[in-house]
């Protein structure tokens, strides 16, 4: 064996050990302690492991390509079995996924509603955040939902859970999207940049650990990336599409669109993948948007460049101004003028990088990087997943 292939095996052993960790059973303080331990003493080896990998120069082909992705795989699998102890998310896609079974649309009721009252259980109903609001998740992330129903369904037999059936779903889709970008990268050579992604310790845990919908989210954005390296623009954009309609974040994106060539094909890539995924819930209408406005204008966490900017002053300002209420001029505004400053505060953080990508003082990759990540730093809720987006 060559002696990259042996340095992967033996990283991925070590970073594979740390993962093995979560399944010693603890208290909930120490379960967060070890999961926190975990992410910064894998996020350290991953650092080292792929400094070294992408400034050796060592020949990285498709055997390592191959190994990184097996590896990665079996990373996530470590993790799938584990209930979710950090985050409830996932119990909302489950749900999600068995309303849809019902024959019920997500956007119509939320979870609380009294005509949903049958689908309860111990299991699931008691862990869903917030069901008193309808689901915030687009299109494509209620398409995955139901597929994951349907597959608890036809293996139930084999005493799957729901939640187990809804990682190994995000599974299927965001290792097809990670060997596309593998792909992409030894077109253009740069095949160990696989590993920045493929054995990143914060998703893994993220995103089959707590079961977030970010894994297919990214992996359709990284399955967008690999297709277009690949020279095949129209699959990236309904791939790209996919990637928005599983979670919204990288619309974000859409600003650096000018600067991206064969951007006629990418667009109508996007647009079809639009008219296979958005039908099946246009009948909502409004209500479809309700909770995520509500999210949007209310919801906070660890937004601490979102805080000291007063960002949900802005839009107040004006008027207070007017009323000269000078003593709570940088107070928070009401639900519509918070929304109104967060929109303005996420759109020049965007103006910003897409300004300086026109003008080829940056690269579009660089200013699509470094755009996404201004826009998720100044929002009022920074979860950890949000990272993985990056």
């Known amino acids: ?49 792929c400094a070294r990998a992408l400034r050796s120069g060592l020949p990285f082909g498709r055997r390592e390509a191959t190994i990184a992705l097996l590896v990665g795989g079996a990373f ?8 979710p102890s950090l985050s409830t998310d996932a119990y909302r896609h489950v749900w999600d996924g068995r309303v849809q079974a019902a024959g019920v649309d997500p956007y119509r009721h939320p979870p609380a509603s009294p005509a949903l009252e049958g689908l309860r259980d111990a299991e699931v109903w008691p862990r869903i955040n917030h069901p008193e609001l309808r689901t915030v998740y687009p299109p494509a992330a209620q398409h995955l939902a139901r597929a994951a129903a349907e597959a608890h369904g036809l293996l139930s037999w084999t005493g799957i859970s729901e939640v187990v059936a809804w990682k190994g779903t995000l599974l299927l889709v965001e290792l097809t999207g990670a060997v596309l ?8 050579g740069r095949g160990a940049a696989i590993l920045v992604y493929a054995w990143s310790p914060l998703a893994v845990v993220e995103f089959y650990g707590s079961g977030h919908v970010e894994a297919a989210g990214v992996g359709c954005l990284a399955g967008a990336v690999g297709l277009y390296l690949l020279g095949r623009p129209r699959s990236a954009g309904a791939f790209f599409c996919a990637a928005v309609l599983t979670k919204w974040i990288p619309a974000a994106l859409l600003l650096l669109a000018a600067r991206v060539k064969d951007r006629r094909l990418l667009l109508l890539g996007a647009a079809g ?32 460049l979102h ?34 400053g967060r929109a303005a505060c996420g759109a020049l953080a965007l103006g910003a990088a897409a300004w300086f990508s026109w003008r080829r003082r940056i ?27 990056m």
């Open 1 to 49: 064996m060559i002696p990259r292939a042996r340095e992967l095996l033996l990283g991925g052993a070590i970073l594979e050990g740390t993962l093995l960790l979560g399944w010693v059973p603890l208290g909930p303080v120490e379960d967060a302690a070890r999961w926190i331990g975990i992410l910064v003493g894998g996020g350290l080896l991953h650092l080292l492991l």
């Open 76 to 83: 996530r699998l470590t993790v799938v079995p584990l209930e």
């Open 181 to 188: 970008l593998a792909a992409g990268l030894l077109r253009i």
């Open 273 to 304: 993948a639009a008219a296979l995924l958005l039908p099946r819930y246009a009948g909502a209408g409004r209500t479809a948007f309700e909770s995520l406005a509500a999210y949007q204008s209310n919801w906070g966490f660890g937004g601490v």
């Open 307 to 340: 805080e000291a900017l007063r960002v949900d002053a802005w839009a107040a300002i004006p008027r207070r101004t007017l009323e000269r209420n000078f003593a709570d001029l940088l107070a928070d505004g009401n639900p519509a003028e918070k929304f109104w």
């Open 363 to 389: 690269p579009v990759a660089a200013a699509a990087a470094s755009g996404l990540f201004a826009f998720l730093l100044l929002r009022p809720a920074i979860h950890p997943w949000y990272a993985t987006w």
